[in-house]
């Protein structure tokens, strides 16, 4: 890591919330002494979390208060249960409540906690509902993903309903892991061990070419905090409300966008075997080297961006 930046990825969930939120403003609802625990893992032999795995509360972020949500993923790999998928939902039903500027999810997960089953997938439906309405509501909701685990499975399909997705070049995201594709369709169709390929088809590199978020950025918390700052069109350390920009309206027009990027993106991705040919496909310029390539030039190289700096 580069001298003087923080890594996101080696982070802890607290550290992260301390360092991108503004000092000392985190206030935290069902704190670890609440000892609010998984009833499963017990009755299973597995050790619990004071948290089960997640930290929820209020902070400011640029002088705006915020809703928070941290998904450790030192514990069971921020998977979700029934108590970690309930205070998720509760801090999205307290932000129609009691309105924020934003909320704000820092995603590492692997997605469903297996240990809880029915109950884990559950409370990911809970999760998904809970976002859109806030986003309904007109709240802006942002997703952060940098964490060594990524974020798979239903948290994947969670990070994609926000408003607004900021990945790290070293952050994953993905309806199934790399291991889970490999056991269903085995290692012919996709080999977990090949860290490059993983990479290439997972990575935030791979996410923001393609058009599946919003900004990229280094593996860096000062460079988080900015991105989302910048999504919320506030300078550090100016109060005031979130511009009505940083929400996106959930609209008949902007779901036939998205259906006609995928449309496309699919088209293209049948001749392609590899994400290098579909960036190729996409009209990404230098494909070939942009698994070399640091954020900065990751993020002038996708099409829209590229064409939005020329017509400066």
């Not at 998904?71 to 970690?84: A, D, I, L, R």
């Not at 056991?183 to 860290?195: K, L, P």
């Amino acid at each position: 890591m580069t001298a003087g930046r923080l890594s996101y990825a080696e982070c802890s969930a607290r550290e992260r919330i301390a360092a991108l939120f503004d000092a000392d403003s985190f206030h935290e609802w069902l704190p670890p002494a609440a000892r609010v625990m998984s009833p499963h893992l017990a009755a299973l032999g597995v050790p619990a979390a004071f948290d089960d795995g997640v930290a929820i509360g209020r902070a400011r972020l640029g002088g705006q208060r915020v809703f928070v949500a941290a998904q450790e993923g030192q514990f069971m790999g921020g998977g979700v249960g029934e108590v970690h998928g309930a205070k998720l939902v509760g801090l999205f039903r307290r932000a129609l409540r009691d309105r924020p500027q934003a909320v704000v999810l820092l995603a590492e997960s692997g997605g469903v906690r297996l240990h809880e089953a029915n109950a884990g997938l559950i409370a990911v439906s809970e999760v998904m509902r809970a976002l859109l309405d806030v986003r309904a509501a007109g709240i802006p909701t942002l997703v952060l993903i940098g964490g060594a685990n990524g974020c798979f499975g239903g948290m994947g399909i969670v990070a994609r309903c926000a408003d607004h997705l900021i990945i790290s070049d070293i952050g994953r995201l993905a309806m199934s892991g790399p291991e889970v594709i490999e056991a269903t369709h085995g290692v012919e169709e996709f080999d977990a061990r090949d860290r490059a390929l993983v990479w290439r088809t997972t990575g935030g590199k791979h996410r923001y070419l393609v058009g599946d978020c919003d900004q990229i950025v280094d593996d860096d918390v000062a460079a988080f905090r900015a991105a989302a700052l910048g999504a919320l069109g506030a300078l550090d350390g100016q109060a005031g409300p979130a511009p009505h920009g940083a929400s996106r309206p959930l609209t008949l027009t902007a779901l036939q966008a998205e259906h006609a990027l995928l449309t496309r993106r699919a088209a293209l991705g049948a001749a392609a075997d590899d994400a290098v040919a579909l960036w190729q496909a996409l009209g990404v310029a230098q494909a070939a080297e942009v698994p070399d390539l640091d954020a900065d030039r990751v993020r002038a190289l996708r099409p829209d961006t590229a064409a939005a700096e020329a017509a400066r």
